[in-house]
Each structure stands twice: as structure tokens, then as C-alpha cells.
Nanobody, 121 residues
Framework: QVQLVESGGGLVQAGGSLRLSCAAS????????MGWYRQAPGKQRDLVAR???????NYADSVKGRFTISRDNAKNTVYLQMNSLKLEDTALYYC???????????????WGQGTQVTVYS
């Protein structure tokens, strides 16, 4: 079984920073792309940032220049450094990992439980 453990959410004043982490664990598990999504109350879950196993990244327009996604392949861990946080960044942030477990070649989708980020003025 593959588990995603998220950490790093919390309460922060506008303009501040937070760093989210998500570690994927499971025997013989290999992560392909890893990313973060967020969902505010009453809204749909949207992509924030994603990074491939090769290090290519893409970001939502609303976070470009403020958020940075990175990963440690040896640890199957993805990070989201969030700077210059705004009130509108308040949401439940979910880690998403697409990966496979040896010997299967099937790539499956895995989700974390979510970590709350609340930005106040």
C-alpha cells in the first residue's frame, strides 16, 4: 500500500511563507510526477504546481513567481515553498503522486489527506 504523508500547513500572515512537504512511502514504489492541488470552500480542486521525475515543473498562473515546487527522488518527497502568501491562497492543500509499484507497470494516482493553509491579514 502507498501512503502519502503531508506536513507544513498552518496559519500565516499575508506576505509570509510556508513550506509544505509530502512523503510517499510503500514497498517498491516509484514516483513519476508529483504535485500539489488546493481546494477552497465551495470551489473545485485546482492544480497548484507539478514536477516530473526529470524535474520539469508547471505552475498555476496565480502562484507563478511566489511558489516553488521541488522534489527529492531518493526520498519520494515533494515540497512546496510558498512565499508572499495572499489571502486567496487560503485552502486545503493536497499532495498528488502518480507512480507505480514494482513489478507492475501501471501508473496509479495517489492523494494525501490534505493540509490546511490559512492566510490572514
Amino acid at each position: 500500500q502507498v501512503q502519502l504523508v503531508e506536513s507544513g500547513g498552518g496559519l500565516v500572515q499575508a506576505g509570509g511563507s510556508l513550506r509544505l512537504s509530502c512523503a510517499a512511502s510503500g514497498s517498491a514504489f516509484s514516483a513519476n510526477s508529483m504535485g500539489w492541488y488546493r481546494q477552497a470552500p465551495g470551489k473545485q480542486r485546482d492544480l497548484v504546481a507539478r514536477i516530473t521525475s526529470g524535474g520539469s515543473t508547471n505552475y498555476a498562473d496565480s502562484v507563478k513567481g511566489r511558489f516553488t515546487i521541488s522534489r527529492d527522488n531518493a526520498k519520494n518527497t515533494v515540497y512546496l515553498q510558498m512565499n508572499s502568501l495572499k489571502l486567496e491562497d487560503t485552502a486545503l492543500y493536497y499532495c498528488n503522486v502518480k507512480g507505480k509499484r514494482w513489478p507492475s507497470s501501471t501508473i496509479s494516482d495517489y492523494w494525501g489527506q490534505g493540509t490546511q493553509v490559512t492566510v490572514y491579514s
